[in-house]
């Protein structure tokens, strides 16, 4: 797996747990930004969810 800033090598063993964690992860990010965009400050988005 990739991005922008650089590669991450995922012993095959765990793979699947790592990519169900990334994948919670994005959606997190998602949620920030629509509460976010429906007018939240970002830090009630922090607050709300714990991350950013």
Do not use: K, N, Q
């Not at 765990?14 to 007018?39: K, N």
């Amino acid at each position: 797996m990739e991005d922008l800033d650089g590669v991450v090598v995922v012993p095959r063993e765990v793979a699947g747990d790592v990519l169900g964690a990334a994948g919670e992860r994005v959606g997190e990010g998602y949620r920030v930004r629509a509460t976010i965009r429906d007018c939240a400050s970002p830090l009630a988005a922090y607050e709300e969810y714990g991350v950013f």
